[in-house]
Protein backbone atom coordinates (compact mmCIF):
# COMPACT_ATOMS: atom_id res chain seq x y z
CA UNK A 1 0.00 0.00 0.00
CA UNK A 2 1.61 3.57 -0.91
CA UNK A 3 1.56 5.77 1.68
CA UNK A 4 -0.09 9.26 1.12
CA UNK A 5 1.99 12.37 1.21
CA UNK A 6 0.63 15.81 2.38
CA UNK A 7 2.00 19.09 1.24
CA UNK A 8 2.91 21.52 4.23
CA UNK A 9 4.71 24.97 4.04
CA UNK A 10 7.74 25.57 6.87
CA UNK A 11 8.19 29.14 7.47
CA UNK A 12 12.48 29.92 8.67
CA UNK A 13 13.89 32.76 10.60
CA UNK A 14 16.97 34.07 12.91
CA UNK A 15 18.48 37.17 13.71
CA UNK A 16 21.07 36.24 15.94
CA UNK A 17 24.79 35.03 14.62
CA UNK A 18 25.75 31.06 15.18
CA UNK A 19 29.05 29.22 15.34
CA UNK A 20 30.24 32.29 13.06
CA UNK A 21 27.35 32.55 10.54
CA UNK A 22 25.10 34.86 9.99
CA UNK A 23 21.49 34.09 10.22
CA UNK A 24 21.20 33.62 6.11
CA UNK A 25 23.52 30.58 6.31
CA UNK A 26 21.89 29.46 9.59
CA UNK A 27 18.49 28.72 7.48
CA UNK A 28 20.92 27.60 4.01
CA UNK A 29 21.67 25.10 6.46
CA UNK A 30 18.71 24.39 8.33
CA UNK A 31 17.29 23.80 5.13
CA UNK A 32 19.69 20.92 4.25
CA UNK A 33 18.97 19.18 7.57
CA UNK A 34 15.34 18.97 6.95
CA UNK A 35 16.00 17.48 3.55
CA UNK A 36 18.50 15.45 5.37
CA UNK A 37 15.65 14.24 8.01
CA UNK A 38 13.69 12.96 5.26
CA UNK A 39 11.88 15.75 4.09
CA UNK A 40 10.95 16.69 0.32
CA UNK A 41 11.51 20.11 -0.47
CA UNK A 42 9.50 21.10 -2.95
CA UNK A 43 10.15 24.83 -4.03
CA UNK A 44 12.24 27.16 -0.99
CA UNK A 45 11.15 31.00 -1.39
CA UNK A 46 14.07 33.79 -1.49
CA UNK A 47 15.72 35.28 1.46
CA UNK A 48 14.10 38.22 3.20
CA UNK A 49 15.25 41.02 5.71
CA UNK A 50 12.34 41.35 8.07
CA UNK A 51 12.11 44.22 10.96
CA UNK A 52 12.17 42.19 14.34
CA UNK A 53 9.16 41.53 15.73
CA UNK A 54 7.96 42.81 18.09
CA UNK A 55 9.59 46.09 17.12
CA UNK A 56 12.83 46.82 19.35
CA UNK A 57 13.42 43.28 20.37
CA UNK A 58 16.68 43.02 18.52
CA UNK A 59 18.34 42.94 15.06
CA UNK A 60 16.37 42.50 12.19
CA UNK A 61 15.97 38.99 10.66
CA UNK A 62 16.20 37.37 7.54
CA UNK A 63 13.15 35.32 6.79
CA UNK A 64 12.36 32.14 4.29
CA UNK A 65 9.81 29.63 3.45
CA UNK A 66 10.20 26.34 1.97
CA UNK A 67 7.10 23.93 1.03
CA UNK A 68 7.53 20.39 1.59
CA UNK A 69 6.15 16.67 1.02
CA UNK A 70 5.99 14.03 3.72
CA UNK A 71 4.22 11.08 4.75
CA UNK A 72 4.89 11.76 8.16
CA UNK A 73 2.31 13.32 10.57
CA UNK A 74 2.03 17.36 11.66
CA UNK A 75 2.85 16.44 14.89
CA UNK A 76 6.37 13.99 13.64
CA UNK A 77 7.13 16.82 11.36
CA UNK A 78 7.04 19.59 14.39
CA UNK A 79 9.21 17.04 16.68
CA UNK A 80 11.71 16.91 13.55
CA UNK A 81 11.76 21.04 13.69
CA UNK A 82 12.21 21.20 17.44
CA UNK A 83 14.89 18.74 16.98
CA UNK A 84 16.79 20.78 14.10
CA UNK A 85 16.11 24.15 15.74
CA UNK A 86 18.18 22.38 19.26
CA UNK A 87 20.65 21.48 17.11
CA UNK A 88 21.20 24.90 16.03
CA UNK A 89 21.21 26.58 19.00
CA UNK A 90 17.46 27.42 20.04
CA UNK A 91 16.43 28.18 23.20
CA UNK A 92 13.35 28.94 24.09
CA UNK A 93 13.60 30.88 27.25
CA UNK A 94 11.52 33.55 25.81
CA UNK A 95 8.46 34.12 23.55
CA UNK A 96 9.22 36.34 20.53
CA UNK A 97 12.74 36.62 21.43
CA UNK A 98 15.80 36.93 19.72
CA UNK A 99 17.21 33.59 18.16
CA UNK A 100 19.49 31.28 16.35
CA UNK A 101 16.72 29.65 14.39
CA UNK A 102 12.84 29.82 14.12
CA UNK A 103 11.03 26.95 12.14
CA UNK A 104 7.64 27.25 12.26
CA UNK A 105 5.00 24.92 10.60
CA UNK A 106 2.62 27.42 9.33
CA UNK A 107 0.49 24.86 7.06
CA UNK A 108 -0.60 21.49 6.20
CA UNK A 109 -2.92 21.19 3.44
CA UNK A 110 -6.18 21.89 4.33
CA UNK A 111 -5.60 20.52 7.92
CA UNK A 112 -7.30 22.36 10.74
CA UNK A 113 -5.69 21.01 14.00
CA UNK A 114 -6.64 20.40 16.48
CA UNK A 115 -10.29 21.13 15.97
CA UNK A 116 -12.07 24.39 14.90
CA UNK A 117 -13.20 25.74 18.39
CA UNK A 118 -9.35 25.38 19.52
CA UNK A 119 -8.03 26.89 16.48
CA UNK A 120 -10.47 29.97 16.59
CA UNK A 121 -9.32 30.37 20.59
CA UNK A 122 -6.04 30.57 19.62
CA UNK A 123 -6.64 32.58 16.51
CA UNK A 124 -8.62 35.00 18.55
CA UNK A 125 -6.40 35.51 21.55
CA UNK A 126 -5.89 39.12 22.35
CA UNK A 127 -2.52 40.37 21.87
CA UNK A 128 -2.14 41.09 25.45
CA UNK A 129 -2.54 37.22 25.77
CA UNK A 130 -0.66 35.69 22.73
CA UNK A 131 3.08 36.75 24.44
CA UNK A 132 2.02 34.87 27.59
CA UNK A 133 0.27 31.89 26.62
CA UNK A 134 1.27 28.97 24.85
CA UNK A 135 -0.52 25.98 23.15
CA UNK A 136 0.05 22.95 24.68
CA UNK A 137 -0.16 21.28 21.18
CA UNK A 138 0.10 21.98 17.54
CA UNK A 139 -2.25 24.32 15.44
CA UNK A 140 -3.04 24.46 12.35
CA UNK A 141 -2.68 26.36 10.49
CA UNK A 142 -0.59 28.84 12.41
CA UNK A 143 -2.99 31.11 14.00
CA UNK A 144 -1.46 34.46 13.15
CA UNK A 145 -0.30 33.69 9.94
CA UNK A 146 -2.61 36.03 8.27
CA UNK A 147 -1.41 38.82 10.52
CA UNK A 148 2.49 38.21 9.38
CA UNK A 149 4.18 40.23 6.49
CA UNK A 150 7.36 38.16 7.58
CA UNK A 151 5.03 34.70 6.86
CA UNK A 152 3.08 35.36 4.19
CA UNK A 153 5.69 36.89 1.37
CA UNK A 154 7.93 34.51 1.66
CA UNK A 155 4.90 32.10 1.75
CA UNK A 156 3.92 33.45 -1.37
CA UNK A 157 6.95 32.58 -3.15
CA UNK A 158 6.63 28.46 -2.63
CA UNK A 159 2.99 28.29 -2.34
CA UNK A 160 0.57 31.33 -3.53
CA UNK A 161 -2.62 29.47 -4.12
CA UNK A 162 -2.20 27.71 -1.03
CA UNK A 163 -6.13 28.45 0.18
CA UNK A 164 -6.78 28.78 3.95
CA UNK A 165 -9.60 26.66 5.40
CA UNK A 166 -10.90 28.74 7.82
CA UNK A 167 -10.72 32.29 6.53
CA UNK A 168 -11.33 31.42 3.06
CA UNK A 169 -8.21 33.22 1.61
CA UNK A 170 -5.61 32.24 -0.61
CA UNK A 171 -2.07 33.80 0.43
CA UNK A 172 -2.20 36.28 -1.92
CA UNK A 173 -5.51 37.69 -0.46
CA UNK A 174 -3.88 37.58 2.83
CA UNK A 175 -1.01 39.93 1.80
CA UNK A 176 -3.29 42.11 -0.05
CA UNK A 177 -5.24 42.39 3.01
CA UNK A 178 -2.60 43.68 5.07
CA UNK A 179 -0.83 47.49 5.51
CA UNK A 180 0.81 48.20 2.84
CA UNK A 181 3.94 49.37 4.90
CA UNK A 182 4.44 46.15 6.45
CA UNK A 183 4.53 44.34 3.41
CA UNK A 184 6.93 47.07 1.66
CA UNK A 185 8.85 46.10 4.71
CA UNK A 186 9.64 42.63 3.80
CA UNK A 187 12.90 43.39 1.76
CA UNK A 188 14.56 40.28 -0.88
CA UNK A 189 17.92 39.72 0.07
Not at 51 to 75: H, K, M, Q, R
Not at 153 to 168: G, I, K, Q, S
Request: net charge negative; aromatic share 6%; glycine share 4%.
Amino acid sequence: MQKTCSKAVIALGANLKLRGNGPRETLEQSIIAMRDSGLVIRSQSRFFSTPCFPAGAGPDYVNAAISVETDLTPDTVLGVLHDIEREFGRERSLRWGMRTLDLDLVSWDALVLPNQSEYDHWRNLPASAQIQQVPERLILPHPRLQDRAFVLVPMADVDPEWHHPVLDKTVLDMIADLPDEDVAAIVPL
